[in-house]
């Protein structure tokens, strides 16, 4: 099984703390989050990884080298213009010869990616999705939500709702919307869907997806996940680690 971490963006929403370091290089507990993103790869017997660069590249290819030292092999790209979280997969398309997991670099968490990738298997999927509920106020950038029927197939995926997309989305039984925590496990022949140039997985490419009456499902698991991509959400995280609440045993 091979990972591909997505770490282009500049984090600018981490100011100041971004300013000389890529997003996925702040610190948790002297670790890089991106340290965190490979353990947990490599605690998942994941062991071939590529990561998508483009803000301050040098700084994460001096820490992490060819991965060796951390028990993987990682493969790098570079994006002089930001690609986006699909469009960054065309240029590892050789590397992408099988099923695949995207984790995008502004997570930390211990969710177990064995489990995820076996039920991916058993509901013969083309795409899985892990959904969470967020645990503290203010986590989510946008009010979107990816709506599940019972069986935990995704029927929708909306971004950014305008307000008759809002009025949906609260008049949906709570057990059968979540958020989308941006790990995905993907049929290779994903590739095909997504075009040269920008491009963005919850707003076009798993859109057509669905639309070509593929199957996407919903992985949910209780797990310890935040995303950092925001200071008071870093702040929370940090918090979380350092005090030996959660990921004690995780290296």
Wanted: neutral net charge.
């Amino acid at each position: 099984m091979k990972a591909v971490i997505l770490c282009a963006g500049k984090g600018e929403r981490l100011r100041p703390l971004t300013e000389n370091i890529p997003k996925p290089m702040i610190l948790i507990n002297g670790r890089p989050v991106l340290e965190y993103l490979i353990q947990l790869c490599k605690n998942n017997d994941i062991k071939e990884i590529a990561i998508n660069t483009s803000y301050l590249p040098e700084k994460i290819k001096e820490y992490f080298g060819d991965g060796s030292k951390f028990g993987v092999k990682i493969n790098y790209s570079f994006e002089s213009e930001l690609l986006g979280t699909s469009g960054a997969l065309n240029n590892f398309r050789d590397f992408l010869d099988e099923p695949f997991f995207v984790i995008y670099g502004d997570n930390v968490t211990d969710l177990n990616l064995k489990k995820m990738l076996k039920e991916h298997q058993k509901n013969k999927a083309f795409a899985t999705l892990y959904l969470y509920k967020e645990k503290m106020a203010n986590e989510k950038t946008t009010p979107g939500r990816v709506i599940i029927n019972e069986s935990g197939e995704i029927k929708e995926i909306i971004e950014n709702p305008n307000e008759e997309q809002k009025v949906k989305i609260n008049s949906i039984t709570e057990n059968l919307k979540y958020s989308n925590s941006g790990i995905y496990i993907l049929d290779n022949k994903i590739l095909k869907f997504i075009p040269t140039g920008y491009s963005d997985f919850p707003k076009q490419i798993f859109q057509a997806i669905l639309k070509a009456d593929l199957k996407i499902y919903g992985y949910r698991e209780d797990c310890y996940i935040r995303e950092v991509g925001q200071m008071h959400r870093y702040l929370k995280a940090k918090e979380e680690i350092e005090s030996n609440e959660f990921l004690k045993d995780f290296f």
